[in-house]
């Protein structure tokens, strides 16, 4: 199953996508149908969306495969709109080391032509679903699909409105991720598996699974910076842990975390004076590395982990398709291993050995 989603066959899943993809941009306006940001990517929600269809137990033949990858159309499309407006508000030029499409085009292009994403995504949901024969099943994946972008515009609506307070806390962090990040990703593999009317006792294992994995995919990202500074700044082309801007980073609520009160109190203090701003970065990083923040992540990751491993368990039980199974956390090795590559390789070994099966 593994070479039938991501092999270098003309006929993986993968592969069909990114035809159809490269198609579906020609029905763009002809100004925006180079802009980089759609040219580049690893097509991570449309393969997790295969793979929620693959786990349905449905056929997978080239023909399934086309129909599928079709569908998958919209959830990229909806990923890509969140992209420009994220990097507009960030104010970041680069991602994955190509301009920003703000940068590309204009700020308020920007704005517009999310809106027209949004639409399309829209447009090729329904017009994938129009022929469904389950009529019930269609309105739980558009209900499905609509739930997931107003999860997302709230995180960023609650990411934007932070206090000082707020953005150093996990439990608010987890919050706002959950809405953004953990969203996209777990409602991708949802709406895939409901795509393929798969099992519906099986629905929260399904979803806890897709939680998780966006879970840690959001932490190694934020752990980013730490690790490695130098992939940071070449994909984002600045070094980025979110501080000064009161924005979201898990690593940041760790370390606050991490603090007594008489230091987090005045840490609160620094970070809000905007003359200051070297002294806090430098704070951070100090107390990342005194205060052995790393090894707390590693604790938590360890323990999502094994939340992963638990719900596997309990979906091959009930599956029994022992060798769909074992490709399916392949390819969660797969992507975890991905998100590892960008925290830098001194981390490699330790994330490896706590997230890797």
């Known amino acids: 199953m593994g070479k039938e989603i991501l092999g270098n066959d003309k006929t993986s899943f993968l592969n069909i996508f990114k035809v159809i993809w490269n198609k579906h941009l020609q029905s763009f306006p002809r100004r925006y149908r180079k802009g980089e940001q759609f040219l580049i990517g690893a097509r991570y929600r449309p393969v997790i969306l295969c793979w929620g269809y693959a786990l349905s137990g449905n056929s997978f033949n080239i023909k399934k495969r086309s129909e599928v990858a079709q569908f998958a159309v919209h959830i990229e499309l909806l990923h890509k709109s969140t992209l420009l407006i994220d990097d507009l508000i960030d104010n970041d030029s680069l991602r994955h080391g190509k301009k920003a499409f703000h940068v590309q085009y204009t700020a ?51 990411e934007m409105n932070l206090s000082s307070k707020q953005f150093t806390s996990l439990k608010v962090i987890k919050e706002i991720i959950e809405n953004q990040t953990i969203s996209l990703i777990k409602n991708s593999l949802l709406i895939g ?14 979803d806890n699974i897709g939680y998780d994995c966006g879970y840690i995919f959001q932490l190694l990202n934020d752990l980013e910076p730490f690790g490695s500074a130098a992939i940071n700044v070449g994909h984002k082309g600045k070094n980025n842990i979110d501080i000064l801007r009161s924005r979201k980073n898990l690593t940041v609520a760790f370390i606050f975390n991490s603090l007594n009160y008489k230091k987090r109190s005045s840490f609160e203090e620094l970070i809000n004076s905007s003359e200051r701003e070297k002294e806090a970065l430098n704070k951070v990083f100090e107390y990342y590395h005194k205060n052995n923040v790393l090894e707390s992540i590693l604790i938590n990751l360890k323990n999502v982990r094994s939340n992963i491993d638990r719900n596997l368990n309990e979906l091959e039980s009930n599956i029994g398709n022992k060798n769909l199974l074992s490709s399916f956390k392949g390819f969660i090795n797969f992507l975890l291993i991905e ?7 001194d981390y490699h070994n330790k994330l490896s050995d706590i997230l890797i099966r």
């Open 108 to 158: 308020n292009e920007a704005i517009l032509f999310a809106y027209y994403l949004l639409g399309d995504s829209f447009q090729q949901i329904t017009n994938s679903l129009k022929d469904s024969q389950i009529k019930l099943e269609y309105y739980n994946i558009v209900n499905l699909f609509c739930e997931t972008i107003k999860e997302m515009a709230s995180g960023a609506l609650k």
């Open 193 to 206: 598996y409901k795509f393929g009317n798969g099992d519906i006792n099986l629905i929260k294992i399904v």
């Open 339 to 345: 998100a590892i590559k960008r925290v830098g390789k």
